[in-house]
C-alpha cells in the first residue's frame, strides 16, 4: 500500500510504494533511514557508489518481459572478481505482493530473478563447487561459492543493507536455469530462479525531452544503442605503480590487466586501477602476439591475453601457453598451444548430468551431452606468465586444478575448479595450418624449430657418449700395453687366472621439453573469471 514518510534527517517527503520497505536512502541528504513499524531511524550511512554503464536506474521506468516496470532500489556489491549491482523492481500493476522481482547487472548481462520458496537449504559451509542441489523439484549444479561485501544503496531496499555488511551466496545451473542462494548476516535464506534478458526483453522507457531532464533517484539511464558503443570503444586506465597509461581492448568485462610499463597485475573491475601484485619484468617469446586478429568460425577474434600454466608431474616439467581471444560482439574463444599443436575451446554450460570432477579418478567413464567421455587427466597446474587482460584474475602462483576427459566423436570436457569456482569448458583440436593462416602467423615453423633443436640436442648428446667410450678404450689399451713392456723388461713372468673388464653404458641427453595438459582450457579463476552473480 502506497504511503508517505519523512526523512528524520532533513524532513524531506519520500512516497513509499510498497509495504515491504525496509530501509531507504534519502534522496535529499544522503542518508540511509530504517523503516519498522512505521517508524523511521536515521542512521546516518552514506556510501559512494561506482557508477554502473546501466539502462536501469533506481526511479526510473523500463520494460522487461513485455511488461513496464519501475525500478524501487538498487544495491551494489563488491566480490573478489570485481563488483555487480542488482536492482529491485515491481511490475506496475501489480498488487503489492510479497514477491521478490530482481534485475542483477554484472560485466553488460542482465538476468531477470524471482524469488521462490526451497523448502530445506543445506549451511553454507557444508557445500562446495560442483555439489548438487534441488530447489523447487529442478536439479542443479553449484558452480560459485563466495562472500561479497555491500558498498552501499540506492533507494529503496526489501531488506536492510549498509556499507561493510557481507553476505554469502551460491550460484547454481540447471543447464536451462540460473539460481542464486543468499545467506545474509541475520541468519536469513532466499533463493532465486533466473535466466539471462535479451536485449529486445529489456528496454528502458525514456520521457519526452530525456536529453535535458535531471536524473531522478538514482544516475541517468543508458540507451542501449549508447551502451554497445561505449563497450567497443578502448578505454584507458592509468597503472598506479608507474603511472603508465594502458588502453583495454575489452573496455567491459576485462577484470585484470598487466601493466606493460612495470610489469605489475592491476585489478580494472571497479573502474579505478588497484595493484595487485608487481613482479620483476620479463618477457617471455610468443606465438601469437597480443593485438593479431583472426578470422575463426566466421567471426574475426582479436587476441586479447596470455596465462602461461606451468605443471610439475613428479619432477617432469610441462608448459602450456593459452591465449585469450575476443569478438566483436564479446564472445570469448581459448586457444591453447602446447606441445606443437593448438587446440580451441569456449566456455560450456554445466549441466546436471555432469559428474563432480573431484571424485573422478584417469581412466573414469561418465557420459555427458548425449557421448560417453573418459578421463584422460586429472591434475593442478600454477600459473607462471601473464600478459595482456583477462575476464579473470590470473597472478603468478595462482593454482588451479583441472580434469580432462576425452570423447571420440565430441572432443574435450575440461572441468577446472578452486575452492570458490568450478567452470567447464568444451574444446577440441584444430589444425596448425588454419591457425597460422587466420593470425598470419608461423606456429608451424616453430613446431619444426623446436623438432630440430631437439634432434640436435639428441645427436650432440649421442656423439659425447660415443667420444667418452673411445677415450675409455684408448686408455684401457695404453694401460695394457705400459704393464706388458714392464714386465718383459724385468725378465719376469707373469700369469694370472681369467679376467675380464666390463662397463656399463653411459649416455648423457640433453634438450628442451615444452608440453602440457592434453586438452584446451578456458579461466575463471578464478578464477578466476570469477564472474559474479
Same mark, same amino acid.
Given at each position: 500500500?502506497?504511503?508517505?514518510?519523512?526523512?528524520?534527517?532533513?524532513? #524531506?517527503? *519520500?512516497?513509499?510504494?510498497? +509495504?515491504?520497505?525496509?530501509?531507504?536512502?534519502?534522496?535529499?541528504?544522503?542518508?540511509?533511514? *530504517?523503516?519498522?513499524?512505521?517508524?523511521?531511524?536515521? /542512521?546516518?550511512?552514506?556510501?559512494?557508489?561506482?557508477?554502473?554503464?546501466?539502462?536501469?536506474?533506481?526511479?526510473?521506468?523500463?520494460?522487461?518481459?513485455?511488461?513496464?516496470?519501475?525500478?524501487?532500489?538498487?544495491? +551494489?556489491?563488491?566480490?573478489?572478481?570485481?563488483?555487480?549491482?542488482?536492482?529491485?523492481?515491481? %511490475?506496475?500493476?501489480?498488487?503489492?505482493?510479497?514477491?521478490? %522481482?530482481?534485475?542483477?547487472?554484472?560485466?553488460?548481462?542482465?538476468?531477470?530473478?524471482?524469488?521462490?520458496?526451497?523448502?530445506?537449504? =543445506?549451511?553454507?559451509?557444508?557445500?562446495?563447487?560442483?555439489?548438487?542441489?534441488?530447489?523447487?523439484?529442478?536439479?542443479? @549444479?553449484?558452480?560459485?561459492?563466495?562472500?561479497?561485501?555491500?558498498?552501499?544503496?540506492?533507494?529503496?531496499?526489501?531488506? %536492510?543493507?549498509?556499507?561493510?555488511?557481507?553476505?554469502?551466496?551460491?550460484?547454481?545451473?540447471?543447464?536451462?536455469?540460473?539460481?542464486?542462494?543468499?545467506?545474509?548476516?541475520?541468519?536469513?535464506?532466499? @533463493?532465486?530462479?533466473?535466466?539471462?534478458?535479451?536485449?529486445? &526483453?529489456?528496454?528502458?522507457?525514456? =520521457?519526452?525531452?530525456?536529453? &535535458?531532464?535531471?536524473?531522478?533517484?538514482?544516475?541517468?539511464?543508458?540507451?542501449?544503442?549508447?551502451?554497445?558503443?561505449?563497450?567497443?570503444?578502448?578505454?584507458?586506465?592509468?597503472? =598506479?605503480?608507474?603511472?603508465?597509461?594502458?588502453?583495454?581492448?575489452?573496455?567491459?568485462?576485462? @577484470?585484470?590487466?598487466?601493466? !606493460?610499463?612495470?610489469?605489475?597485475? *592491476?585489478?580494472?573491475?571497479?573502474?579505478?586501477?588497484?595493484?595487485?601484485?608487481?613482479?620483476?619484468?620479463?618477457?617471455?617469446?610468443?606465438?601469437?602476439?597480443?593485438?593479431?586478429?583472426?578470422?575463426?568460425?566466421?567471426?574475426?577474434?582479436?587476441?586479447?591475453?596470455?596465462?602461461?600454466?606451468?605443471?610439475?608431474?613428479?619432477?617432469?616439467?610441462?608448459?602450456?601457453?593459452?591465449?585469450?581471444?575476443?569478438?566483436?560482439?564479446?564472445?570469448?574463444?581459448? *586457444?591453447?598451444?602446447?606441445?606443437?599443436?593448438?587446440? /580451441?575451446? !569456449?566456455? +560450456?554450460?554445466?549441466?546436471?548430468?555432469?559428474?563432480?570432477?573431484?571424485?573422478?579418478? &584417469?581412466?573414469?567413464?561418465?557420459?555427458?551431452?548425449?557421448?560417453?567421455?573418459?578421463?584422460?587427466?586429472?591434475?593442478?597446474?600454477?600459473?607462471?606468465?601473464?600478459?595482456?587482460?583477462?575476464?579473470?584474475?590470473?597472478?603468478?602462483?595462482?593454482?588451479? +586444478?583441472?580434469?580432462?576427459?576425452?570423447?571420440?566423436?565430441?572432443?574435450?570436457?575440461?572441468?577446472?575448479?578452486?575452492?570458490?569456482?568450478?567452470?567447464?569448458?568444451?574444446?577440441?583440436?584444430? #589444425?596448425?595450418?588454419?591457425?597460422?593462416?587466420?593470425?598470419?602467423?608461423?606456429?608451424?615453423?616453430?613446431?619444426?624449430?623446436?623438432?630440430?633443436?631437439? #634432434? #640436435?640436442? $639428441?645427436?650432440?648428446?649421442?656423439?659425447?657418449?660415443?667420444?667418452?667410450?673411445?677415450?675409455?678404450?684408448?686408455? %684401457?689399451?695404453?694401460?695394457?700395453?705400459?704393464?706388458?713392456?714392464? $714386465?718383459?723388461?724385468?725378465?719376469?713372468?707373469?700369469?694370472?687366472?681369467?679376467?675380464?673388464?666390463?662397463?656399463?653404458?653411459?649416455?648423457?641427453?640433453?634438450?628442451?621439453?615444452?608440453?602440457?595438459?592434453?586438452?584446451?582450457?578456458? $579461466?575463471?579463476?578464478?578464477?578466476?573469471?570469477?564472474?559474479?552473480?
Amino acid at each position: 500500500m502506497a504511503h508517505d514518510i519523512t526523512c528524520s534527517s532533513c524532513g #524531506s517527503t *519520500l512516497p513509499l510504494e510498497s +509495504q515491504h520497505v525496509a530501509v531507504a536512502v534519502c534522496p535529499t541528504c544522503d542518508n540511509t533511514l *530504517l523503516i519498522k513499524e512505521d517508524q523511521v531511524k536515521n /542512521i546516518g550511512v552514506k556510501a559512494t557508489l561506482a557508477e554502473p554503464d546501466s539502462c536501469l536506474s533506481v526511479g526510473w521506468r523500463a520494460k522487461c518481459l513485455g511488461r513496464e516496470i519501475t525500478t524501487h532500489g538498487r544495491v +551494489q556489491y563488491k566480490y573478489d572478481g570485481g563488483i555487480w549491482d542488482e536492482y529491485w523492481i515491481r %511490475f506496475d500493476g501489480d498488487d503489492d505482493t510479497s514477491t521478490e %522481482f530482481w534485475i542483477s547487472h554484472d560485466e553488460g548481462e542482465y538476468m531477470f530473478e524471482e524469488a521462490v520458496e526451497s523448502g530445506f537449504i =543445506p549451511d553454507y559451509g557444508d557445500l562446495r563447487p560442483g555439489d548438487k542441489m534441488v530447489i523447487d523439484r529442478q536439479k542443479y @549444479v553449484i558452480e560459485e561459492k563466495r562472500s561479497a561485501e555491500m558498498m552501499g544503496f540506492q533507494g529503496y531496499l526489501p531488506f %536492510f543493507a549498509a556499507p561493510g555488511r557481507f553476505i554469502n551466496y551460491l550460484d547454481l545451473n540447471s543447464g536451462k536455469e540460473k539460481a542464486t542462494v543468499t545467506y545474509y548476516p541475520d541468519g536469513t535464506i532466499k @533463493v532465486f530462479k533466473g535466466r539471462y534478458l535479451t536485449q529486445s &526483453e529489456l528496454e528502458p522507457i525514456f =520521457p519526452p525531452g530525456f536529453d &535535458e531532464e535531471e536524473p531522478g533517484l538514482g544516475s541517468k539511464p543508458k540507451r542501449r544503442s549508447i551502451q554497445t558503443k561505449r563497450s567497443k570503444e578502448a578505454k584507458k586506465v592509468g597503472c =598506479p605503480n608507474c603511472g603508465g597509461d594502458i588502453s583495454l581492448k575489452d573496455g567491459t568485462k576485462t @577484470v585484470m590487466v598487466m601493466c !606493460s610499463y612495470c610489469d605489475s597485475a *592491476l585489478d580494472v573491475s571497479e573502474g579505478a586501477c588497484k595493484v595487485l601484485a608487481s613482479y620483476k619484468k620479463k618477457k617471455i617469446s610468443s606465438i601469437l602476439p597480443l593485438g593479431k586478429v583472426g578470422k575463426l568460425a566466421g567471426k574475426n577474434f582479436l587476441v586479447i591475453g596470455r596465462v602461461r600454466y606451468r605443471e610439475n608431474d613428479d619432477g617432469d616439467i610441462y608448459t602450456s601457453d593459452e591465449y585469450q581471444l575476443r569478438a566483436d560482439d564479446g564472445e570469448y574463444l581459448f *586457444l591453447c598451444w602446447e606441445d606443437g599443436s593448438w587446440s /580451441i575451446s !569456449s566456455t +560450456q554450460r554445466i549441466q546436471p548430468e555432469f559428474p563432480n570432477p573431484k571424485r573422478l579418478d &584417469e581412466g573414469d567413464r561418465f557420459k555427458a551431452l548425449g557421448h560417453s567421455y573418459r578421463v584422460t587427466d586429472r591434475w593442478h597446474m600454477s600459473v607462471s606468465y601473464v600478459e595482456g587482460e583477462l575476464s579473470w584474475i590470473a597472478k603468478r602462483g595462482d593454482t588451479v +586444478q583441472y580434469m580432462d576427459a576425452k570423447s571420440a566423436k565430441n572432443g574435450t570436457l575440461t572441468a577446472e575448479w578452486s575452492g570458490s569456482e568450478m567452470e567447464w569448458y568444451r574444446g577440441k583440436s584444430i #589444425s596448425t595450418k588454419l591457425v597460422d593462416a587466420a593470425f598470419g602467423i608461423q606456429s608451424s615453423k616453430e613446431k619444426k624449430k623446436r623438432s630440430n633443436y631437439r #634432434s #640436435s640436442s $639428441s645427436s650432440s648428446g649421442t656423439s659425447y657418449v660415443g667420444l667418452f667410450i673411445v677415450i675409455i678404450i684408448i686408455l %684401457f689399451i695404453l694401460c695394457f700395453c705400459m704393464a706388458m713392456s714392464d $714386465s718383459s723388461s724385468s725378465g719376469r713372468t707373469y700369469s694370472s687366472g681369467s679376467s675380464s673388464y666390463s662397463s656399463g653404458s653411459s649416455s648423457y641427453s640433453s634438450g628442451s621439453s615444452y608440453s602440457s595438459r592434453s586438452s584446451s582450457s578456458g $579461466s575463471s579463476w578464478g578464477g578466476g573469471f570469477s564472474s559474479g552473480k
